[in-house]
């Protein structure tokens, strides 16, 4: 069964994943490694993204990566939105860590079952004209309905880099949990800050949901398997890197596309859990944090 | 033992539900309140570990999944009786709870909470390759044909179910108002704190996390003979999870009969609208109970009622 074509073809559909997969957890890694926020709900607004690009792409056509790009804005606001209601309801009466785990657990919930009366159980599709291509290179072969959303995500992930490492918005979301009053004092407001952070977070999820919806068919439940996979991968990452998020996501998606190919396909899931609850009682502080 | 109040309300409730399966002959009332005991139960469960000692556990359903597949396993084997059933169950679902107990020992917090969640799912995926309970695919379990002194197999489910519910919450019971009670608060209070004044903060939640086990998986043990097929989708239901969360945020965390009153409202509201409108739309219902109780009302109905209380007496 083992080749040398098979092995290459691994790496290379793990690598294309994995760069998606960094997609997904980039959101995470800003809210849960950066603002203390727990945000599981994050892959139901992935979903949600998927859901949107799937009724727009349904009824104009328009290409679903430029609908993920246009509705970036429009999930930033909601973000922003969320942030207030997170804020006003727990961070003020300092009950974040519990109430606010709860919080978001319900919030998946509403958000899934909204979802499921909308558009149903059924897996829904997007028509593009590059889903079914596929590239071969030597005994290469890269579809396109994964070698785009990886080129898409990647370019998400260097986007957020320069604007967490540039801007000076990026540098006080990144200082935002470290040291609170020292921002105060750089003349930043730590509410608008962690609002503007969430915003960003929850406006990766609009292109992430338009990339899954490419790769693969979706149906709303499909979130709860990410949680799992983004968590570890945010944890490997080292809590917040930006970029050591996107190598543990090319770690996992790699790892699990092995599992995949030699092992079959219904053992991936626990891929992402595994190595979860491996690194959590290893070494919680992730790959790339610092001890 | 002293007979006092709580006792004798255990008793008489249990009596209840015997003369209950004696003179009701519709059968769907024994199905509507199984699913609303085993819900409490679950909740009560929960309330140990979540409410008393502040780990929030995610993978409800995961321990529950243990309890449902040993018993699949286990009848399609050596087709034990049920009450060999529930005591393996039991064990196995302890002995996970040990195991997130010791987890504990490096996981605070919210790492706790996404480590249960990620269990649930690794025991999911381990179920669904399992080909010989079904794997994926689901299974079908026969109920057994004598049904004790029961008139049929249902009445004798409900009335097990009545005796987990009464004996989860007694347990439940005595953790929260006996010495261990008072450690499990310390412990969610600042476990540091509680553990520098000589607080055996794991043994305590070692006996905390076992206790949750053990009754998440023996509630699980009947659900195959309640439902007659069984697979992942409805083993690891979603809202088994959110329900053991749900009811005793809404009824009240910091007390042992928190659970028991959301379980018992969420649960009679919950079917209600199954039968009447449609199950989606229960779905609906608990998350936004959920999401209103802990941003509005933290402390449950309980919390609210002492507040009152508190409110009417100043005056």
Redesign the interface.
Known sequence: MFTFDLLINAVAAGLMLGGFYAAVAIGLSITFGQLDIVNIAHPTFVILGSFVAFVINESFGIDPVLIGVVFMPIFYFLGMGLYQIYYVSFEKTGQESLSGLAFFFGLMFILEVLMILAFGVDYRLVSAAYIGETLHIGPLDLPLRMLIPAVAATLMTIAVVLYMSKTFMGKAIMAVSQDRLALQLMGADPIRVKRIALGIAIATAALAGALLIIIQPVEPSVGRLYIGRIFAIVVLGGMGSISGTFFAAILIGVVESFIATFYGPSWAPAVGFGILLLTLAIRPQGLFGRA | MKLDKFWIACIAILILGFVFTKNADNEFYFFTTYVILQGLVMAVAWNILGGFT?Y?N?GAAGFFAVGVYTSVALNKAFGLPLPVILAVAGIIGGLLGLGAGY?TL??K???F???T???A??IE??V??WKYVGG?AGTYVLQPKQSFIFDNYIELLFMLMLVLSVAAVAISRYLSSSRVGKGLAAIRDDEVAAECMGVPTLRLKLISTTAMGVLMSIAGAPFPFFVTFVDPVSAFA?LIA?NA??MP?IGGTAYWYGPVIGALILGVVQETATVTISS??N??I???L??LF??MA?QGIVGVYHDWRKKRDAK
């Open positions: 502040g929030v995610f987890l490096r996981l917090g919210v790492y909470a996404i480590a969640l990620a269990t799912l690794v995926t381990i669904n390759n994926a979603l959110v969360i749900a945020m989606e739309l779905l609906l608990v998350g936004v959920l999401v802990i941003t933290p």
